[in-house]
């Protein structure tokens, strides 16, 4: 038989500024009959208590802190209610990236282009990377190019940072949106093809 083991001790969730864990001496009371009184704290207490309710702090910064007596469970939920709607309404800015070759034909590079509008709409950026593979590294100049290229196609919609940069054996370009983008211009057809002459 082993031995048991010995697990430390649960530590217990101490509820700061909820009933007797608050520190300030008096406090202003907010009653469900929408009355808010300046009074002891302990004489708070006793009160939300008489009404079969907690005593909250919601306002801990005021002078007096201001302390609402609710039923501290349901208040926790709708807490949590709130903060999850505003993290839903949040948008979380994300890096898209697009790659290409130096040679990377019109209908593919129409296709990505049509993706970068999108996900530039969509509020996020772009980051256009041109890989060389093999002896294509000699010709770095045909990766810039299609990079400028690209962000010319773009500028309608988002905005570069800075020039073409070389990092090993890629080119990239960072692109981020323009604010009002969505209504600036309409995206291009998918089945556009680029005007002759211009870098693949």
Known sequence: MFPGRKFPPRKQV?????????????VRAVFPDGVAEIMPTSVALRKAQDMGLDLVVVAPTAVPPVAKAVDYGHYQYELKKKQHEAKKKQHVV??????????TDDHDYDFKKNHAIR?????????AVVQ????EIAHTDLGKKL???????????G????????E???AHVLISPIKGAKTSAPAPNPGSVAEPGKTQ
């Open 119 to 127: 996900f530039l709409k969509e509020g996020n950026r772009v980051k």
């Open 168 to 170: 090993g054996r890629n």
């Open 159 to 166: 905005q570069v940072e800075g020039m073409p940069r070389l």
């Open 147 to 157: 990079l400028l290229r690209f962000s010319e196609d773009l500028a309608a919609f």
């Open 94 to 103: 994300q890096v898209k990236e697009l790659k290409f070759r130096p040679n």
């Open 132 to 135: 060389f593979r093999g002896r």
């Open 14 to 26: 101490r509820r700061e500024n909820v009933n007797e864990t608050i520190r300030a001496r008096e």
